[in-house]
């Protein structure tokens, strides 16, 4: 990936067009060495969302904001990283504001994808109705149902059968009746 150090001609003025020297890794490496990159040398940050295009940019921010954009950087990483290992997307409204809500209402940023309350609760509902129905089995059948369904990974006929004493086809056909046992309770 390239990078691209943006350094200011003259740290004094505003950040403009005219006032920028473009340098690679090895001519800001050299400039850090000078007494004058020593002397700015905190004043360097990268670019928030470089990070995930063709080339980091560096720019002289000054201090301040390169405290800040650094903050920044790092905790969309931690978000991101929270976010791949809970499998859950979550807000800060700390770095919420509002020109960051694109024309959209706060509700619109955090819409709940999965989806309306209403199937969350008929889900819930049907979740309740199918463990009733497992309690309602016999022992052997609700072993059945845990050792095939339920753990992980969920055991073939063939591993049940063997794990009872008993033949792959006598494990199918056990398995279908509690299904259909199940069935027939669900539809109660």
């Known amino acids: 990936m390239k990078k691209v150090i943006l350094v200011k001609k003259d740290p004094g003025k505003p ?14 490496a050299m400039f850090m060495k000078t007494p004058e990159g020593q002397r700015r040398r905190r004043g360097f940050a990268m670019l928030y969302g470089c990070e995930r295009d063709d080339a ?13 954009w650094k903050a920044d950087i790092n905790r969309a990483d931690y978000l991101r990283t ?16 509002p020109d960051h809500a ?23 509902l049907a979740k309740e109705r199918l463990r009733a129905a497992i309690r309602s089995l016999g022992a052997g059948e609700r072993d059945l149902v845990e050792k095939m369904y339920l753990t992980e990974p969920p055991m073939t006929e063939e591993e049940y059968a063997e794990s009872i004493g008993i ?11 509690v299904l259909e046992k199940l069935r027939l309770l669900l539809e109660e």
């Open 56 to 68: 980091i940019i560096i720019a002289e921010c000054g201090e301040e904001n390169a405290r800040q």
């Open 15 to 28: 950040a403009g067009a005219d006032n920028w020297i473009v340098m690679n890794s090895y001519e800001f």
């Open 167 to 177: 033949k792959r086809h006598q494990a199918n056909y056990r398995k279908r009746k």
């Open 82 to 97: 929270r976010n791949a290992k809970h499998g859950s997307l979550v807000y800060s409204f700390s770095e919420l504001r």
């Open 102 to 124: 694109g024309g959209y209402g706060w509700e619109e940023l955090l819409a709940d994808e999965r989806g309306a309350l209403e199937e969350t609760v008929m889900e819930n």
